[in-house]
């Protein structure tokens, strides 16, 4: 259920990120049952790590304090409109709900790529000759990663 005083939260943690030229200014929240698990800012430069982006940052750490990779009961309060990537983690978590204040188009107007993923992602042109070409391996490749994640599957099932 909606709650402005955790969206002000992602918004203030945003703006602690000002003062420090290795953050970009970001901030997430996620929140359950009206209580703040974890905030997270946005540390890829610090970090340097493409992924630390504030609302991974902040599932990661909520993912810690429940001992679960599954956030059901869960709420995420972001800064900005999450990027792809941080929109997949949110649903690979089962976040129940996600809020945010400024948008696509406001993150894009200063210089944020997050529009521009969501039109490539949208158009799905993975060929060789595209901007970002994701090519298969030979079928004999497709074959054993499959056998792998059947492997799993069997395992999953039989314990």
């Known amino acids: 259920m909606y709650s402005s005083q955790f969206l002000d939260l992602a918004i203030s943690t945003a703006a602690e990120c ?3 030229p290795r953050l970009t200014p970001f901030g997430a929240v996620v929140v359950r049952n009206g209580e703040v698990l974890s905030v997270g800012v946005s540390s890829v430069i610090r970090d ?5 982006h504030a609302e991974v940052n902040a599932i990661q ?7 679960s990779y599954l956030l ?3 709420d ?3 800064s900005g409109f999450p990027c792809p990537l941080c929109l997949s983690a949110a649903r690979w978590a089962e976040v129940k709900q996600v809020y945010y204040a400024a ?3 406001d993150s894009a107007e200063f210089g944020f790529l997050d529009q521009k993923f969501y039109y490539d992602l949208a158009r799905q042109d993975w060929s060789a000759g595209s901007e970002f070409p994701v090519l298969a391996g030979s ?3 497709r074959a054993q990663g499959r056998e792998v994640i059947s492997r799993w599957k069997n ?3 039989s314990s």
């Open 76 to 78: 995420l309060y972001c």
């Open 139 to 141: 079928s004999t490749q």
């Open 18 to 20: 000002l003062e420090d």
């Open 61 to 67: 750490s909520a993912c810690r304090v429940l001992d």
């Open 155 to 157: 395992m999953r099932n």
């Open 103 to 105: 948008s696509l188009e």
């Open 72 to 74: 059901t009961d869960c």
């Open 48 to 52: 340097n790590n493409p992924v630390a």
